[in-house]
């Protein structure tokens, strides 16, 4: 299996700028994917291949990394963007990392 | 516009079979690069991958859950489904569909159903 590793929780004030990071067992290339869930919904698509904003999502979001290491930053964070952030591999078979559930200041 | 819905039992006691239905939408799973997967999440914890299926029948599972589940899809009738067998108490989830998408460098779903709660309990 190929473990994703997330830090559980960060606060941020609004308007700064706030990376999450995910780090994989192994290498998965640029496999990795990243997801926003706001409770009580589904979780919706932000990044793809670590580094490509999907259609419609606003342009404070945007991933790096390559590899095992990873990273999903929102500049400048908004009172909307609390959350739970998922990454998710799928090089190897498919694994969602635990979340970091993003809180505001 | 895309859209995935889930249907399942609600409440089924342990040692049965989970049988779940993903109706959808919007693409078809006999295009190149389509497939749907199945993720379920445990009120209050994370996510976790069960099985997906693509537009070619191939079929990938949860290596640690793959003796129990079966995806199978209805090309003609927009369906997807998974079964799990021998459920217990910890099966207890949010079960997810999603469109899943192949763009020759990698895969990820893009599209997610709004989930149905599914509980085991005697």
């Known amino acids: 299996d190929t473990v994703l590793t997330q830090s559980p929780a960060l606060a941020v004030s609004p308007g700064e700028r706030v990376t999450i990071s995910c780090r994989a067992s192994?290498?998965?290339?640029?496999?990795m994917h990243w997801y926003q869930q706001k409770p009580g919904q589904q979780p919706k698509l932000l990044i793809y291949?670590?580094?490509h904003l999907e259609s419609g999502v606003p342009a404070r979001f945007s991933g790096s990394g390559s590899g095992t290491d990873f990273t999903l930053t929102i500049d400048p964070v908004e009172a909307d963007d609390t959350a739970t952030y998922y990454c998710?591999?799928?090089?190897?078979?498919?694994?969602f990392g635990g979340g970091t559930k993003l809180e505001l200041k | 516009q895309v859209t995935l819905k889930e249907s399942g039992p609600g409440i089924l006691q342990p040692s049965q079979t989970l049988s779940l239905t993903c109706t959808f939408s919007?693409?078809?799973?006999?295009?190149?690069?389509?497939?749907v997967g199945w993720i379920r999440q445990p009120s209050g914890k994370g996510l976790e991958w069960l099985a997906n299926?693509?537009?070619?029948?191939?079929?990938y599972y949860n290596p640690s859950l793959k003796n129990r589940l079966t995806i199978s899809k209805d090309t003609s009738n927009n369906q997807a489904f998974l079964k799990i067998t021998n459920v217990d108490t910890a099966d207890t989830a949010t079960y997810y569909c999603?469109?899943?998408?192949?763009?020759?460098?990698?895969?990820?779903?893009?599209?997610w159903g709004q989930g149905v709660m599914v509980t085991v309990s005697s």
């Open positions: 999603a469109r899943a998408v192949y763009y020759g460098l990698g895969a990820y779903f893009d599209y």
């Open positions: 919007g693409f078809s799973l006999s295009t190149y690069g389509m497939g």
């Open positions: 299926i693509w537009w070619d029948d191939d079929k």
């Open positions: 192994e290498s998965v290339s640029t496999l």
């Open positions: 291949l670590a580094s």
């Open positions: 998710q591999q799928s090089w190897n078979d498919w694994t």
